[in-house]
T-cell receptor, first 115, second 108 residues
């Protein structure tokens, strides 16, 4: 079954702890993205990666880190430096960030709650 | 910076009524515009894109460069259209930028 898999679906974290959200895709897409979805604010880009071993900051990268060691994987770490980490996180991929279609394929999301 | 504006947080209509979800973009070049939809308990998915000029589930959207708009329309709303709708653009950087979303509620 092709697509994007995010895990875990729900995650609880104590303040001061780092947490890593997993995102895996088997679509053979070059580009991957992490968005944060908050009510009334839409989707805001955290980080994106156009190719393996390369990634760029998005609009709200502070307090987050990523890696792209494999084409199919793009994990997001929410660090203790992120001031307001409780949110719904969406991972997405596209064939090629410079492709004509530009269509994004999304995972089901991970809901992080900081206690 | 690229910006996508969806002025309505919530749009509430009755079944059979026309629907128009507004979207304005800021990119001055030749943007690529999309509408994404998120139904309850489902993942966000592409509804339609302007380059394909097609109608999906009865929805259409026309790119108006003069008004920098890409409004989503449907002549007769159905209950199953109730969902969250996001307008998105990708411009010169090709990194998709999303609007804040409009929640559409279609009452029976």
């Amino acid at each position: 079954d092709g697509g994007i898999t995010q895990s875990p679906k729900y995650l609880f974290r104590k303040e001061g702890q780092n947490v890593t959200l997993s995102c895996e895709q088997n679509l053979n897409h070059d580009a991957m993205y992490w968005y944060r979805q908050d009510p009334g604010q839409g989707l805001r880009l955290i980080y994106y990666s156009q190719i393996v071993n390369d990634f760029q900051k998005g609009d709200i990268a502070e307090g987050y880190s990523v890696s792209r060691e494999k084409k199919e994987s793009f994990p997001l770490t929410v660090t203790s430096a992120q001031k307001n980490p409780t949110a719904f996180y969406l991972c997405a991929s596209s064939i090629d960030s410079l492709g004509e279609t530009g269509e994004l394929f999304f995972g089901e999301g991970s809901r992080l709650t900081v206690l | 910076a690229q910006r996508v504006t969806q002025p309505e947080k919530l749009l509430s209509v009755f079944k059979g009524a026309p629907v128009e979800l507004k979207c304005n973009y800021s990119y001055s070049g030749s943007p690529e515009l999309f509408w994404y939809v998120q139904y309850s308990r489902q993942r966000l998915q592409l509804l339609l894109r302007h380059i394909s000029r097609e109608s999906i589930k009865g929805f259409t959207a026309d790119l108006n460069k003069g008004e920098t708009s890409f409004h989503l329309k449907k002549p007769f709303a159905q209950e199953e259209d109730s969902a969250m709708y996001y307008c998105a653009q990708s411009g010169g950087s090709y990194i998709p930028t999303f609007g804040r979303g409009t929640s559409l509620i279609v009452h029976p």
